[in-house]
Nanobody, 127 residues
Framework: EVHVVESGGDLVQVGGSLRLSCAAS????????VAWFRKSQGMEYEGVAC????????YYADSVKGRFTISSDNEKTTAFLQMNSLKSEDTAVYYC????????????????????WGRGTQVTVRG
């Protein structure tokens, strides 16, 4: 069983930075993909950023491109989302999701493809 736990959410000012972490345990396959989704009140899930280990593809939503960076460690146990130049519209609950096996994240992050999800971490941006 794969367990996913997010951390790092906080209240920050507009223009500030946060680094979210995603700890995943129980992955048994060499290939995996990890994604960050966010959901704000009254909105659908938005795939913010995702990466796939099998082909090295990385995808960013246009809304965060140039400001957010997704990464993961070589032991495939932890993923990160570095968020810079935060805007009020970045306020949301951020979810980490993982899948095992070969995958490509072109042309985007699709929530229905990810089997294992964390419970989310709140990011609030005020200014």
């Amino acid at each position: 069983e794969v367990h996913v736990v997010e951390s790092g959410g906080d209240l920050v000012q507009v223009g500030g930075s946060l680094r979210l972490s995603c700890a995943a345990s129980g992955l048994v396959f060499d290939d995996y993909a990890v994604a960050w989704f966010r959901k704000s009140q009254g909105m659908e899930y938005e795939g913010v950023a995702c990466l796939a280990s099998s082909d090295g593809t990385i995808y960013y939503a246009d809304s965060v491109k140039g400001r957010f960076t997704i990464s993961s460690d070589n032991e495939k146990t932890t993923a990160f989302l570095q968020m810079n130049s935060l805007k009020s519209e970045d306020t949301a609950v951020y979810y980490c999701a993982v899948l095992s096996g070969p995958y490509t994240v072109e042309p985007g992050c699709y929530s229905e493809d990810y089997r294992f999800w964390g419970r989310g971490t709140q990011v609030t941006v005020r200014g």
